[in-house]
């Protein structure tokens, strides 16, 4: 685990957001996954990628979030060990079959659409996907702490709303192709609007939770003052 951390990135990161403030390195955070959902807004915008390029990055990005999310999983210290056993298992495979499933839809819908988004659209903006996602991992779950409070099966939650984008993108893109297929840039940007407002909460959601779980108190703590007294 630990060489696979260090391969994509979170020790780096770590040290990064230790020499920032807290208020700026959550200022960051989020601003990492504006101009996530940026990229594609404006090549979309611009005309360098289609609606079907759009789908097929999300679908990118989901498989993305579902691994950090086993991640997650797998470092959590919280709960009890057959919870940490099981939870890391169940999230693969559900989240296994949960991508080959939509992978196959996003690929019917992007080749129908089509995709005219080149190898260096695809890199920009799969590279500040990766960059948003890994960053919230090491600053929300191992820098700030939360993986010893928070349960590995919780730890995987918030990549539920976050699969919201794709199926709405396969949702609309495939009514696009049917009821509107000259009005695909407005209908994508549309999506890419709706996804940011999801990246956005979800990463403020989970960030205030998991603070007010640090800032409670442990368990064990009542019984510690009551035996020393």
Do not use: K
């Amino acid at each position: 685990m630990n060489v696979l951390l260090r391969l994509i990135g979170v020790p780096i990161l770590e040290a990064l957001v230790a020499r920032l403030p807290r208020p700026l390195a959550r200022t960051l955070g989020i601003t990492l996954a504006v101009c996530s959902n940026l990229l594609p807004f404006v090549a979309l915008a611009t005309r360098q990628i289609t609606l079907g390029d759009v789908v097929l990055v999300y679908w990118i990005e989901s498989v993305v979030i579902f691994g950090w999310s086993v991640i997650r999983a797998l470092t959590s210290r919280a709960g009890s060990r057959d919870l940490r056993r099981f939870a890391p298992l169940f999230a693969s495979v559900f989240f296994g079959i949960w991508s080959l499933v939509m992978g196959v839809w996003a690929a019917v819908i992007a080749g129908s659409m089509g995709l005219t988004g080149g190898v260096v659209q695809y890199v920009v903006i799969v590279g500040a996907i990766l960059l948003s996602t890994t960053y919230s991992l090491a600053y929300q779950w191992f820098f700030r702490g939360q993986r010893d409070v928070v349960s590995p099966i919780m730890a995987v939650v918030p990549a539920i709303p976050r699969c919201l984008p794709l199926m709405a993108g396969t949702l609309v893109g495939a009514m696009t192709m049917t009821l509107l297929p000259d009005d695909q840039v407005r209908a994508g940007l549309a999506l890419i609007a709706f996804r940011t407002v999801v990246d956005v909460a979800t990463q403020v959601v989970v960030d205030i939770l998991g603070e007010r779980r640090l800032a409670a108190p442990s368990p064990a703590a009542p019984r510690v003052a009551a035996q020393a007294s």
